[in-house]
């Protein structure tokens, strides 16, 4: 490995956002943020997909989410603990290995035709990613000064959302178009009436999902062995090995900023998993689209999610990164409240809207909560991602509101759908909060 970058402040008086010596490095680490990305959204309309293939409920097809970010939750602290004994690089190579182990895993699962199978891949898969984001993000906000640490991850993890896209293209064309098409109804008369040829035609599905997840884990292997040969520079602090774990964690729960910051984190990932996931559902049940056409809106909502993450990074060279998120959290919530209580296509425009406000949420918080940790932020960084469990246990509890009967308000009946999009409604305002704090109570300079 090269020299160690440092982290510290430049004596300019404008330090570069990304260093020119750590160029290379820098642009070769960002490549991950769409590997994940490409996961988590090749995945949100498998939820939908599972549910008509295997004839399961809202409830046990969101199951789906529970194990990707479940993986997430559980990987976290032990990923950190790793990194800070070995290295950002190594956590790295683990991560890549466990991602493709998972999406290799697809094909005994689909073998078996067994939910459980493809549950437990999806958790090996997420474990692999929490290695790469729990190295990932602090190694970028570590790769230059730490002025300029929170729009460098902004810029970093601008490349998500294109990872992002092409998931939802892939699902879109190679996945859901490929499915066989019989309704919900006609596949459970057939499972009573033909179960041979019920079983044929689940299997004939399950192997369409199984192509895609399969090549991802070979470019996934190559992605390996790239970043085994590739020389990747050491931050500062990063040859101390020692764990000081209990005077870590001491640091950590008497940081308020912090703390509350994971909770912050652990409601944004909860409320993008929601209104990414069930936008399907709400496309289908509200305006009877096809699944197709329902994860064609999906695609322009992270069309807007890419534009407005670029320009809110800009916007950050202006405005506080707190203010600004107080202020989008805002609109989300009242872009929410259209979801609801608007009916029709406009209220799934709203629905599509709300990704021009989550866009610049989770980087934001990162940066934000890990601000002044040094090399605390090792450890800090398992926090946040573990708070990405949020979207394991959200989407089940949105899908189990699904599955209820609608709610007459006395003014208006509203569909068990648009009730659900109440969670979404509460996670704004909890984002909202933590917004305003880190603006106002834990000091303007966040």
Same mark, same amino acid.
């Given at each position: 490995?090269?020299?160690?970058?440092?982290?510290?402040?430049?004596?300019?008086?404008?330090?570069?956002?990304?260093?020119?010596?750590?160029?290379?490095?820098?642009?070769?680490?960002?490549?991950?943020?769409?590997?994940?990305?490409?996961?988590?959204?090749?995945?949100?309309?498998?939820?939908?997909?599972?549910?008509?293939?295997?004839?399961?409920?809202?409830?046990?097809?969101?199951?789906?989410?529970?194990?990707?970010?479940?993986?997430?939750?559980?990987?976290?602290?032990?990923?950190?603990?790793?990194?800070?004994?070995?290295?950002?690089?190594?956590?790295?190579?683990?991560?890549?290995?466990?991602?493709?182990?998972?999406?290799?895993?697809?094909?005994?699962?689909?073998?078996?035709?067994?939910?459980?199978?493809?549950?437990?891949?999806?958790?090996?898969?997420?474990?692999?990613?929490?290695?790469?984001?729990?190295?990932?993000?602090?190694?970028?906000?570590?790769?230059?000064?730490?002025?300029?640490?929170?729009?460098?991850?902004?810029?970093?993890?601008?490349?998500?959302?294109?990872?992002?896209?092409?998931?939802?293209?892939?699902?879109?064309?190679?996945?859901?178009?490929?499915?066989?098409?019989?309704?919900?109804?006609?596949?459970?008369?057939?499972?009573?009436?033909?179960?041979?040829?019920?079983?044929?035609?689940?299997?004939?599905?399950?192997?369409?999902?199984?192509?895609?997840?399969?090549?991802?884990?070979?470019?996934?292997?190559?992605?390996?062995?790239?970043?085994?040969?590739?020389?990747?520079?050491?931050?500062?602090?990063?040859?101390?090995?020692?764990?000081?774990?209990?005077?870590?964690?001491?640091?950590?729960?008497?940081?308020?900023?912090?703390?509350?910051?994971?909770?912050?984190?652990?409601?944004?990932?909860?409320?993008?998993?929601?209104?990414?996931?069930?936008?399907?559902?709400?496309?289908?049940?509200?305006?009877?689209?096809?699944?197709?056409?329902?994860?064609?809106?999906?695609?322009?909502?992270?069309?807007?999610?890419?534009?407005?993450?670029?320009?809110?990074?800009?916007?950050?060279?202006?405005?506080?990164?707190?203010?600004?998120?107080?202020?989008?959290?805002? /609109?989300?919530? =009242?872009?929410? &409240? #259209?979801?609801?209580?608007?009916? +029709?296509?406009? %209220? *799934?425009?709203?629905? @599509? !809207?709300?990704?021009?406000?989550?866009?610049?949420?989770?980087?934001?918080?990162? /940066?934000?909560? =890990?601000?002044? &940790? #040094?090399?605390?932020?090792?450890? +800090?960084?398992? %926090? *946040?991602?573990?708070? @990405? !469990?949020?979207?394991?246990?959200?989407?089940?509890?949105?899908?189990?509101?699904?599955?209820?009967?609608?709610?007459? &308000? #006395?003014?208006?009946?509203?569909?068990?759908?648009?009730?659900?999009?109440?969670?979404?409604?509460?996670?704004?305002?909890?984002?909202?909060?933590?917004?305003?704090?880190?603006?106002?109570?834990?000091?303007?300079?966040?």
């Amino acid at each position: 490995m090269s020299d160690v970058v440092a982290t510290g402040a430049g004596t300019g008086p404008k330090p570069r956002v990304i260093p020119p010596e750590i160029l290379g490095s820098f642009f070769l680490v960002t490549a991950l943020f769409s590997l994940w990305g490409f996961a988590n959204d090749i995945t949100n309309p498998m939820v939908a997909a599972f549910k008509n293939i295997l004839l399961i409920s809202n409830f046990e097809s969101s199951l789906v989410q529970f194990a990707f970010y479940g993986g997430y939750c559980v990987m976290a602290f032990p990923a950190a603990l790793f990194i800070k004994r070995f290295s950002y690089k190594t956590g790295i190579l683990l991560g890549l290995a466990l991602y493709a182990a998972g999406c290799l895993m697809f094909i005994p699962s689909g073998w078996m035709m067994a939910f459980w199978a493809f549950l437990l891949s999806y958790f090996v898969m997420t474990c692999g990613l929490s290695f790469l984001e729990t190295s990932a993000n602090p190694y970028i906000l570590a790769m230059g000064p730490e002025e300029t640490a929170t729009q460098r991850l902004n810029f970093a993890q601008s490349f998500n959302p294109m990872g992002s896209f092409l998931g939802m293209l892939v699902a879109r064309n190679f996945i859901l178009a490929r499915l066989d098409q019989t309704d919900e109804a006609s596949r459970r008369i057939l499972r009573e009436t033909a179960p041979e040829q019920f079983a044929a035609m689940s299997q004939n599905d399950l192997n369409v999902i199984i192509g895609p997840y399969v090549f991802l884990g070979l470019v996934v292997l190559a992605a390996l062995v790239v970043f085994a040969v590739a020389r990747l520079p050491r931050s500062k602090g990063e040859e101390d090995t020692s764990l000081h774990l209990k005077a870590s964690l001491s640091r950590l729960f008497t940081n308020k900023k912090y703390i509350e910051g994971v909770v912050a984190q652990a409601f944004y990932v909860g409320v993008q998993i929601m209104c990414w996931t069930f936008i399907i559902q709400y496309a289908e049940n509200e305006l009877g689209m096809a699944k197709t056409t329902a994860q064609m809106h999906n695609m322009v909502a992270m069309i807007i999610f890419v534009s407005s993450r670029f320009i809110c990074t800009f916007l950050l060279k202006y405005f506080s990164p707190g203010g600004l998120l107080m202020n989008l959290s805002i /609109g989300g919530l =009242l872009l929410i &409240l #259209g979801t609801i209580f608007i009916q +029709g296509i406009w %209220g *799934l425009y709203c629905l @599509i !809207g709300v990704s021009a406000c989550m866009s610049l949420m989770f980087p934001t918080i990162y /940066g934000i909560a =890990l601000k002044g &940790l #040094g090399d605390d932020a090792k450890l +800090g960084a398992a %926090g *946040l991602i573990m708070a @990405i !469990g949020g979207g394991s246990l959200m989407p089940p509890m949105q899908g189990w509101i699904m599955d209820q009967s609608a709610v007459n &308000l #006395g003014f208006m009946t509203l569909s068990s759908t648009r009730v659900s999009f109440v969670l979404p409604l509460i996670c704004f305002v909890v984002i909202a909060i933590y917004g305003f704090r880190t603006s106002n109570v834990h000091g303007h300079k966040y």
